[in-house]
Every structure is written in structure tokens, then in C-alpha cells.
């Protein structure tokens, strides 16, 4: 499968990473993406940056060494309820919206918190990508969190950092075959993402697809071959949620 875009990264914003806006361009230009995401942590994890980042994004190009750009955030989960750090105006500013789960953020519930958690974030018509939900730390109710993704457009992420033994997620493997077999289900679209905190993680990713070719997942559930594609499944599932 040829992979033209990853929508999940960060740079020396997020106060974790390693690498400037630039070099995630060179990096992404070199690779032949035609789409890069790069989404930075929003104010609640530790060192990232403040709210008014978010405002100013106005000011970047779209547009960078024959690579499309979309700026967005990588929204913290902080309640059961599923509120998340960064207001409604805030957002609005933002290209694309990941809400994930992160420890320094949330402490893990039990499943029904956690799934309670989730089911927040996608009822949030702001909200378009549910960011690595196979983190073992944080059981979830599957069946009932992708069924909820299919009603409410959402594209769930399949987190090739999650993959990598260095990781601290627990039984991600296990998990990513649960979610791709449900995705199948009930027809979810799956974005692979690299998660890249440095620019040489850039659109690598490969466990990623061994993972679904190991699953058998339709191809045409896969939106990193044309980001067409996944500006195509982005916005309809943007205009189901405001119906």
C-alpha cells in the first residue's frame, strides 16, 4: 500500500519531542507524503504549549515542499465525562482534532469510566480521531466504543508507536486486532499514524501495516493511501455531526 499522509505528530511545541516544524517537513517531503498532520499536545500535559499556540496556527502555510500541512491539536482527556483541555473557540482555530488518553492527564477507571471517558469525546462534534484507544491501562468496552464511532463520523487510530516494545501501553497488539475486527464490523475508517515525536519517525509505519494486513482489513478502511481520501472521510464525518 502506498501511504501518502500521517496526521499524528509533534514537535518542540509539545515540550516531549525533539524536532522543529521544518525538520517534520523535511522529513515528511523526503518520505513523499502528501499530507502531514502535525498535532501538538494541548495545555494539560506537562510542558506543552499554552492556549494562545493554538490561536496564532493562522499564521503557518498550508503548504510546504509539495506537502500538504494541517495544524491541529492532540486534545487531553481529563474526566470520565470526557471533557477535554482545550475550549471550543480554541479549537476552532485547529485543522484536525485527536482526543487521547494520557496518563499525566486522567488516571486510568474501571472499564465502564474509561468507555464513559471515550463515549465524551465522541459525542464532541469537534472532535474527529479517537487517538490510540488500544492502551491497555485504559480497559474499554469495544463493541460499544466503535459501534459509537461509526454513529458520530469519527476515524479511529491505529498507533504504530503504540507497537513499539518501548512503549509503555499495555497489550496494544492484542487490542489494535480487537479494534481493526470491530472497525471491519461496522465499517470505521482507520487512519494509521506514526505518533512521531522526531522527524525521523515520519511516516514510518510499518508495524502499523503488518498489523492490518495480519487482520485482513479492507483496504478501502484504510485512508493513508490518498489524502484525498481522508479529507474526503474527515469531512463527511464533520457534516454527520452537524446534522
Known amino acids: 500500500m502506498r501511504i501518502e499522509l500521517d496526521t499524528h505528530t509533534h514537535t518542540l511545541a509539545s515540550g516531549h519531542a525533539y524536532s522543529t516544524i521544518s525538520e517534520m517537513i523535511d522529513a515528511a517531503a523526503q518520505k513523499g507524503l ?22 496564532n496556527l493562522k ?25 477535554v483541555d482545550l475550549n471550543e473557540r480554541s479549537m476552532e482555530y485547529t485543522d484536525l482534532r485527536i482526543a487521547s488518553l494520557h496518563p499525566p492527564c486522567i488516571k486510568p477507571g474501571t472499564m465502564e469510566e474509561n468507555t464513559a471517558a471515550i463515549m465524551g469525546v465522541i459525542h464532541n462534534p469537534l472532535v474527529d480521531i479517537l487517538g490510540h484507544p488500544d492502551d491497555g491501562r ?14 458520530y463520523g469519527k476515524i479511529v487510530e491505529l498507533n504504530n508507536n503504540s507497537l ?80
Open 34 to 55: 502528501k499530507l502531514l498532520g502535525i498535532t501538538e499536545h494541548a495545555p494539560a500535559m506537562p510542558g506543552s504549549c499554552k492556549e494562545f499556540y493554538f490561536h
Open 59 to 83: 499564521i503557518l502555510p498550508r503548504f510546504q515542499k509539495g506537502v500538504e500541512l494541517m495544524f491541529g491539536v492532540e486534545l487531553n482527556i481529563m474526566d470520565y465525562r470526557g471533557r
Open 138 to 151: 485504559y480497559p474499554l468496552d469495544y463493541e460499544r466504543v466503535i459501534e459509537e464511532a461509526k454513529k
Open 164 to 243: 513499539n516494545p518501548l512503549n509503555p501501553r499495555a497489550n496494544a497488539r492484542e487490542n489494535d486486532l480487537i479494534i481493526l475486527d470491530l472497525c471491519k464490523k461496522y465499517e470505521v475508517p482507520v487512519v494509521m499514524n506514526t505518533d512521531a515525536h522526531v522527524s525521523f519517525m515520519v511516516g514510518d509505519l510499518g508495524d502499523a501495516m503488518e498489523l492490518v494486513e495480519e487482520a485482513g482489513f479492507p483496504e478501502e478502511l484504510i485512508l493513508n493511501d490518498s489524502a484525498e481520501k481522508f479529507k474526503h472521510f474527515l469531512n463527511e464525518g464533520r457534516k454527520c455531526r452537524k446534522d
